[in-house]
């Protein structure tokens, strides 16, 4: 059996810190948490496999983390005041239940993880889409400080989105406010995971520039490759590149024409591979985008770490006990 590494510690950053909450990231591939201070800095960083111990195993990968990082807050005389969980893929927030398209981590399809983890953890836990929880994490201490209004595109594996409206995270009625990877954007477009056609997600997820990739280059590549090979001179890449950033100012018109926020924020592996291009994305934004709505929007492509990922958790916590005063939360056993 894999252990899970013991939670990276920054003691400096813990100074004076009272109350803490613990955020969690979940993926398919790992689970990362983190001790969070009340403004946002990360004082102690854990991961480990999602399925260290075996298929259908990443309920046990999170308590064991959450577990660690709960130590080390005793270890600093800090009290946890609260979980934060994000996963990939539609979440009923206000109970805590998985929806059923959390296609990485199959044995959470469903699962009431809020109180599943509630009571084996003793505190407070809640539970979102991940995107939702970093577009918190980033309009609370971030990029999107101050706002009103914002939303985030997160462009990695999928393409996820997150809503901030006048103060507010948006879900939608049942919880799909955000997927803005399934706007379709091209009627005669590929085929989409979500049984669609031409969505955004399949021109600009990581995971379709790599489907694409042998039949254009004649060679598998990652998406980083890709962009590596366009910015060499390679023709074929460099159209894959225009492909992708045509397609994302479709997408990003249709976030500025259509919600006029105060800021859009682009991250995820791509967006750090779309860095270089900004003026090139600005170009296809500007040509399907309302001028005067264009100009009062600030574009931001971010870079973030894992310390932003798990910020979303703890973000999810204050945004659940500040702002929607839920009638749902677990309670200690």
């Known amino acids: 059996m894999n252990e899970a590494p013991s939670p990276r510690p920054s003691p400096a950053r813990g100074e004076g810190v009272a109350e803490v909450t613990i955020g969690v990231d979940v993926g398919g591939t790992t689970v990362a948490v983190g001790l969070v201070g009340a403004e946002g800095q990360v004082l102690e960083h854990g991961q480990a ?31 946890v005041t609260g979980v934060g969980v994000g996963v990939a893929g539609i979440v009923d927030a206000e109970r805590g239940v998985v929806g059923r398209d959390i296609h990485y981590v199959p044995e959470l399809v469903g699962a009431p993880l809020a109180d599943l983890l509630g009571r084996r953890l003793g505190r407070p836990v809640f539970v979102d889409n991940d995107v939702n929880a970093l577009t918190l994490a980033e309009w609370m201490w971030g990029a999107g400080r101050g706002a009103r209004s914002l939303v985030m595109l997160a462009l990695g594996t999928g393409v996820g989105g997150g809503i901030i409206l006048d103060g507010r995270l948006h879900r939608g009625h049942a919880g799909f406010g955000g997927e803005l990877g399934h706007v379709p954007i091209d009627f005669d477009g ?45 023709a074929a890449a460099d159209g894959m590149v225009e492909e992708v950033c045509q397609a994302l100012g479709a997408g990003l018109a249709i976030i500025v024409n259509g919600l006029n926020p105060e800021r859009v924020l682009v991250a995820g592996s791509v967006a750090k591979s779309l860095r270089p291009l900004e003026a090139r994305l600005r170009a296809s934004l500007e040509r399907y985008a309302f001028a005067e709505a264009l100009r009062s929007t600030r574009l931001e492509i971010l870079s973030l770490d894992k310390d932003a990922t798990v910020r979303g958790g703890a973000a999810l916590v204050h945004y659940m006990t500040r702002h929607e005063a839920p009638r749902r939360r677990t309670t200690t056993p």
């Not at 990443?58 to 064991?64: G, P, Q, R, Y």
């Not at 085929?191 to 520039?209: E, P």
């Open 49 to 79: 496999p999602t399925h260290a111990r075996g298929a259908g195993t990443a309920l046990e990968t999170i308590v064991d983390l959450i577990e660690r990082l709960q130590d080390a807050a005793r270890a600093r005389g800090v009290e």
């Open 190 to 234: 590929p085929a989409c995971i979500c049984g669609g056609r031409g969505c955004l997600k399949a021109f600009v997820s990581g995971t379709d520039i790599e489907r694409r990739a042998p039949e254009r280059l004649g060679h598998p590549a990652s998406a980083a490759e890709v962009f590596r090979l366009a910015t060499a001179g390679d």
